[in-house]
């Protein structure tokens, strides 16, 4: 009887040969890596990047035109590479996603292997080669006739190729800075990852910082430790005027609650200056015993203590200083050629300026809501439109491919 199953290497290749391919990639990766000791950790910037970038095209679209009927482009082009190709990518990708991109918090061996600086490590350079020749062979196979038929999948992962090689190429290219900015002095100069100060065309005067909180929490706290008896969360409760919440055995009511307040002859009173801190009322009460205390607790500021109560040997009642719920940084913005104007800059709603992406970052956390200092980051990325260009490509190809479908089952 004649064995008809397929040798490993024996055309036409498939999955077996793409995972091979995957593995040996990554294996040679890990090893140059390993051997290298992370000396490979070069930014690849323009116009270099743009002629590496002009140097794949010009290198896979020979090899498709010359060896088309070669194993390895007629393989090149096939489901199963593509498929191989997008895997081993992804599953670096993700892994950036579980690994701290640091390696001052990671293990040696980590280090060793690149995974603490994935995206310029030697294993995501040949995965992101592999993935760009796959996907540039598959899109040369189908360009050709342009038609109808052709235009959805081109387009699709065309866009593709375009996302991820401006994505990875042009990231040498991007430029993080942060400023300081303090009340109403004007500033041109920023700061990058090294410290350097870099001087902009553009620069910022603070007008305005300001700061909203939440309402501070209350929860136990123990008195030989110092740590929260929070029971991840659960016993944390936001004060506020005449609630009642039970923590352990302890029933607690919040007679008198004040956002900003000072301390005054043995309580505390309502006050509008720079470093009132919350203060609350309580009314505790042990529901074993049945014993009753009323005092005050406090969070304090950077001005005042804070105040707690003393439960009993193990256990004391205390508040949490308040979260930010919104930080927003007034600004007058001047550039280089005379022009100025004022803008608003909150977190997660960035100001565009020229170029630039302005962010809020931080803020001095020490003063708080009283704080006279707001750093923001500055982020210039070229290739970003590039990327764009290619996600919605990927978006028209595949709402393409699903019209061209939908319409193919209703003529069926």
Not at 40 to 56: C, E, G, H, K, V
Not at 252 to 279: K, L
Not at 391 to 401: A, E, P, Q, V
Request: include cysteine; proline fraction near 4%.
């Amino acid at each position: 009887m004649k064995n008809n199953k397929r040798k490993i290497w024996e055309s036409p290749w498939s999955y077996k040969e793409g995972w091979i391919i995957s593995a040996s990639l990554l294996i040679i990766g890990f090893f140059l890596e390993y051997v290298t000791k992370n000396s490979f950790r070069t930014n690849i910037s323009w116009p270099t990047n743009f002629y590496i970038l002009l140097a794949i095209v010009a290198i896979t679209v020979s090899a498709y035109i010359f060896g088309k009927h070669s194993k390895f482009i007629k393989w090149a082009c096939s489901i199963p590479a593509a498929i191989t190709a997008v895997t081993v990518f992804t599953v670096l990708t993700l892994a950036m996603g579980f690994t701290i991109q640091d390696s001052s918090a990671n293990s040696e061996i980590v280090n060793a292997l690149g995974l603490s600086d994935i995206t310029h490590s030697w294993p995501f350079i040949l995965s992101q080669i592999y993935l760009l020749t796959t996907l540039g062979m598959v899109i040369l196979k189908r360009i050709i006739p342009i038609n109808i038929k052709n235009i959805g999948f081109t387009l699709n992962h065309l866009g593709l190729w375009i996302a991820v090689s401006a994505g990875v190429l042009g990231s040498g290219d991007l430029i993080r800075l942060t400023m300081d900015l303090h009340e109403n002095d004007t500033n041109w100069i920023a700061k990058d990852e090294s410290g350097n100060s870099i001087e902009l065309p553009i620069a910022f005067e603070l007008k305005d910082f300001s700061l909203e909180e939440y309402n501070p929490k209350m929860g136990l706290v123990d008195n030989i430790s110092g740590e929260l008896i929070h029971k991840d969360g659960k016993n944390l409760y936001l004060v506020d005027n005449k609630i009642t919440c039970n923590i352990d055995n302890y029933k607690i009511t919040v007679d008198t609650f004040y956002n900003e307040s000072g301390f005054v002859f043995g309580r505390y009173v309502p006050v509008n200056d720079i470093g009132a801190a919350p203060a609350a009322l309580v009314h505790i009460t042990n529901t074993v015993t049945g014993d009753t205390i009323s005092d005050w607790i406090s969070c304090g500021s950077f001005r005042m203590p804070y105040k707690s109560v003393k439960l009993d040997s193990v256990k004391s009642l205390l508040m949490i200083p308040p979260e930010p719920k919104k930080f927003t940084s007034d600004v007058k913005i001047f550039t280089q050629e005379g022009n100025s104007f004022a803008a608003s800059i909150e977190v997660n709603k960035p100001v565009k300026v020229q170029d630039w992406e302005v962010y809020q970052l931080s803020y001095n956390d020490e003063m708080g809501k009283w704080s006279s200092l707001s750093v923001i980051e500055l982020v210039k990325d070229p290739w970003l439109n590039v990327v764009y260009t290619g996600i919605y490509m990927m978006i028209i190809g595949g709402l393409f491919l699903f019209w061209k479908g939908k319409k193919n089952s209703k003529t069926e």
